[in-house]
């Protein structure tokens, strides 16, 4: 049976399975998401179940064909990001994002760096209105890995480049148009677009529309089932 | 050996219970048909009036077959302490290993958005309304130490103080009788960070 050994990983979601066993959602750095069985984890006296916590790098083999795997083998890769208050609820809410959007065993190497570093941001404490804008950039580098990037560089119509204080309605899939009073879309000023490209968003009205512009972007491929994890955040503002 | 259709159904329907595969099944039916009849009525019918018996207590929510359980129901507690746990296997634990003579409340599980459980399928409106209307100045965050169990502690903790109630956590540390060396490093963290002056 082929094996997998040893895999930089996060678990990102569990659920029980059978009387001891708990079927774990991954995301692994070589092998994107990828789904195993933990047979005995429920157990009492189960030497993996302290590992296998959400935020915590792993290093883990499975074996077996897919789509579900069996876990072999898990093993520490160093201290667990400890995430608290809002920044562990954001932390649900990446988890929900992927869960909903990765396809199994495609990969996003990438897209895993930014996960790990998104977490070790939101370990450093209480980082107030930084935590917004962290969730944009990974919404962002999201977006592009599943093929669904932003075109941040030129009007839609006239292939003009944007310009910061015009202001422009944001079509998902398509882009931007030249606002107009019964225009369709996202709202939004050049300046955004054009921070989001460039990775800095510093101005609050920009970030305000960054976060319309990414939910609508995202609502588009999350269908009409609501993000719980949003949901949970909301009340506990 | 073929079994008849009754015997292989009370075959399949024991292997319900936790732990049971299809000899053990296999043993208990004989058992019961065999040497213990009287027993095998007394479990039938205490089976079927505990299925249909027992609900939630109104106050804790806890499983109990009367509105209110035993414990919210003992005058000797002192109903100014709330300990909150994930299940009524914890309030049993803590029942028989602990001094502790306050109240629970029980979640009958924890927060887990990505599974769509929010904080009323865990009863924390019950749990909002009973701070505002009765005398508690303690809540005790006794969920389990799992990143659902340390989320939703926080979450009650937030609500606990915009009420103005203080909350305290359970600690975390290495179990008695075990070995520094096979501890795993979270736990080992935990446990020096909230070590103790001797």
């Known amino acids: 049976m082929p094996r997998t050994s040893l895999q930089p990983a996060y678990l990102l979601h569990h659920r029980p399975y059978r009387e001891t066993s708990s079927i774990l959602e991954l995301f692994t750095a070589e092998y994107g998401r990828v789904a195993v069985v933990a047979k005995g984890v429920r157990r009492k006296k189960s030497r993996l179940q302290p590992l296998l916590q959400l935020y915590r790098p792993l290093l883990l083999s499975w074996r077996g064909r897919g789509p579900l795997y069996s876990l072999d083998q898990a093993e520490e890769n160093g201290a667990m990001h400890s995430l608290a208050g809002i920044s562990m609820m954001s932390g649900f809410y990446i988890n929900e994002l992927l869960v909903r959007l990765l396809h199994h065993e495609d990969a996003y190497p990438a897209l895993y760096a930014t996960y790990e570093l998104l977490l070790q941001q939101l370990s450093q404490g209480d980082i107030g209105a930084e935590l917004e804008w962290l969730l944009r950039q990974f919404e962002l580098r999201l977006l592009h890995d599943l093929g669904y990037g932003l075109n941040l560089e030129y009007e839609v119509e006239t292939g003009e480049p944007l310009q910061p204080e015009q202001r422009y309605h944001y079509l998902p899939e398509q882009g931007a148009f030249y606002w107009q009073e019964s225009g369709v879309g996202v709202p939004l000023h050049g300046a955004t677009l054009l921070g989001l490209a460039s990775g800095e968003l510093n101005e609050s009205r920009s970030r305000r529309e960054a976060k319309q512009l990414m939910r609508r972007m995202l609502a588009s491929l999350l269908g009409d089932k609501p993000l719980n994890s949003r949901e949970l955040i909301r009340q506990m503002m | ?198």
Do not use: W
């Not at chain 2, 109104?58 to 035993?70: G, M, S, V």
């Not at chain 2, 709330?82 to 049993?92: L, Y």
């Not at chain 2, 060396?181 to 001797?198: H, I, K, M, V, W």
């Open chain 2, 1 to 198: 050996m073929a079994l008849s259709p009754l015997i292989r159904r009370l075959i399949e329907d024991l292997r319900c219970l936790p732990g049971v595969g299809p000899k053990s099944a296999q043993r208990m039916a004989f058992q019961l048909l065999e040497r213990d009849r009287n027993g095998a009525r007394r479990l039938a019918d205490t089976l079927l009036q505990s299925a249909e018996k027992i609900g939630h207590c109104t106050q804790c929510r806890t499983l109990c077959e009367t509105e209110l359980c035993t414990i919210c129901c003992d005058q000797r507690r002192d109903s100014r302490l709330i300990c909150v746990v994930e299940t009524p296997a914890d309030v049993v634990a803590l029942e028989q290993s602990s001094g502790y003579r306050g109240r629970y409340f029980v979640l009958m599980g924890h927060l887990s958005p990505l599974d769509g459980i929010g904080p009323n399928d865990i009863g924390l409106d019950l749990l909002a309304e009973q701070l505002k209307s009765d005398e508690v100045n303690e809540v005790i965050l006794a969920t389990n130490p799992t990143v659902e169990g340390e989320a939703t502690a926080h979450f009650i903790h937030d609500m606990v103080q915009r009420l103005g109630i203080t909350s305290s956590r359970i600690a975390f540390g290495v179990p008695l009788g075990s070995e520094l060396e096979y501890t795993d490093s979270e736990t080992l963290s935990r446990a020096l960070q909230g070590r103790q002056p001797f």
